[in-house]
């Protein structure tokens, strides 16, 4: 099955999909303050408009008298005739029958500029402005107030164009909004900020969870049993960890059970292959009983490993600080009876000084005395096999064996690998270096080959040096 991967995104961050809802919130709040402020200066605006025009239509009315025939006759005061006749102030006035009859004007022009209006006779007062066909600058503000006359009602129209208060109060409208801005854009920041902050807080608990989550692999194979805390949990996680922890509790099971089947077995086959084994020496000589008697070899052989593999994965390491040297050094004079019987010249080499690391000395010479078992076995005679400490907490054994493939080198610690034809020459069963790469994962170390030059195979075990 091809495993498809996906390139890591921005978005895919939880915490740059919650800012990003953040922003788009904030900024959503920002203009909404902006146009209600706006809104409302400009309402303000609007009201004050109005109610100079009703003072203008009131004071109009005031001094206003209708006649027979509904003859109008108005007697302003100076100042305020004086207002429709500066131009400074921009008003004008027209009285009208509502049949297209001009009863009183300001000026010879005022039908014309309240031309929009007249056209208008509502029962009651009616507010109108021509900024949509005139636009701001051009804009005249209108006012339709009805009088009940003698016989008819008559229409008193009151309109202001824009002046020079109008300029001055959008100046200040411009200000107080730019003012806003300056002001709500580093308080938009510091909010920010200050989520960027309560976000990764509040992603703290997940994060401790992904560290967990993280250490659980190894603690599995230990045969621990793991759960995730529910300290500090929130409530809206905490189903999905009581999830989590259900499938991982059965996954436990599951794995403790396959160990035990995969010990209980390789210890019960124990018994019939060493019955079989005697009962063979005590066989006299019979067509394919070498062949019989190396299979039956290579089946203990495999069945051991197979054991000590469960052993292994069932009893984590005691680690202690010890010295490396030592226990390479006793398990290559170990092995010297072996290289010698096979033609091998097995050379070792280490620095004067410890080098200590944390480690289980028993399982750490049974790894090294495989990697050294192995090269003895692959190496022609009259060859060598180089063991060597370094000063950095690695051991290498060197061989000059077949040596493995470039694309093979990746698969030598897996269970049961035994080359690209699938079968050993020596009779191994693929679990030696699976138990050496299990006791490096329980050491927190490396285990790792690569060709030599010249021909063979470089064996390296990396250990951390305390």
């Known amino acids: 099955m091809k495993l498809v991967t996906r390139r890591w995104r921005l978005t895919d961050s939880l915490l740059v999909g919650l800012l990003l809802r953040l922003t788009v919130v904030l900024l959503l709040v920002l203009a909404g303050v902006v146009w209600m402020v706006g809104r409302t200066l400009d309402q303000a605006g609007d009201r004050a408009q109005d109610e100079l025009l009703r003072r203008q239509a009131a004071e109009l009315m005031a001094n206003m008298t209708v006649g027979k025939n509904d003859r109008v006759k108005l007697d302003l005061p100076p100042s305020v005739a004086d207002s429709y006749t500066l131009r400074e102030d921009g008003y004008v006035y027209v009285v009208h029958d509502g049949h297209g009859n001009i009863l009183a004007q300001s000026d010879q022009m005022a039908p014309l500029w309240v031309s929009p209006a007249l056209a208008y006779t509502p029962e009651g007062t009616l507010t109108m402005n021509t900024r949509d066909r ?29 002046t020079i208060d109008d300029v001055l109060l959008d100046s200040a409208k411009s200000a107080l909004m730019r003012d806003m801005v300056l002001l709500l854009g580093p308080l938009f920041l510091l909010a920010m900020v200050g989520g960027v902050g309560l976000l990764q807080q509040g992603l703290m608990p997940l994060r401790a969870l992904s560290r967990e989550v993280a250490q659980m692999g190894g603690r599995m194979k230990s045969g621990e049993d793991v759960r995730l805390s529910m300290d500090n949990v929130p409530s809206e996680v905490r189903p999905l960890v009581f999830a989590f922890n259900d499938v991982v509790g059965e996954m436990g099971k599951l794995l403790a059970a396959q160990k035990a089947l995969t010990a209980d077995t390789a210890h019960q086959l124990k018994t019939p292959l060493a019955v079989l084994q005697a009962r063979l020496e ?31 994965s069932q009893h984590p390491a005691a680690l202690r600080e010890a010295d490396l040297v030592p226990v390479v050094r006793d398990v290559v004079m170990g092995l010297v009876p072996l290289a010698r019987q096979n033609g091998i010249d097995l050379g070792f080499d280490a620095p004067g000084k410890a080098v200590v690391v944390e480690m289980d000395a028993i399982q750490v010479g049974e790894a090294v005395q495989n990697l050294i078992d192995n090269a003895i076995r692959h190496s022609p005679k009259k060859k060598s096999v180089d063991v060597e400490v ?22 030598v610690f897996t269970r049961f690998w035994q080359g690209p034809d699938g079968e050993s020459q020596h009779g191994g069963a693929g679990l030696g270096l699976a138990v050496v790469a299990e006791i490096m994962r329980q ?13 063979g195979s470089v064996f390296e075990l990396g250990f951390r040096v305390v």
Not at 134 to 156: E, N, S
Not at 290 to 303: F, T
Request: glycine share 12%.
């Open 443 to 455: 050491h927190g170390g490396t285990a790792r080959v690569e060709s030599r030059e010249g021909g």
């Open 282 to 312: 005590q066989l006299g000589n019979f067509k394919g009983k070498a062949e019989v008697e190396r299979d039956v070899r290579r089946m203990d052989r495999m069945v051991r490993q197979l054991l000590h593999y469960a052993v292994l």
């Open 390 to 411: 370094t000063k950095d907490g690695c051991v290498r054994v060197a061989d000059r064996g077949p040596g493995i493939a470039a694309n093979e080198q990746a698969l």
């Open 134 to 162: 005139d636009g701001d600058v051009q804009a005249l503000y209108l006012l339709v107030q009805p009088v009940h006359g003698v016989k008819r009602t008559l229409y008193v129209v009151v309109g202001q164009y824009r």
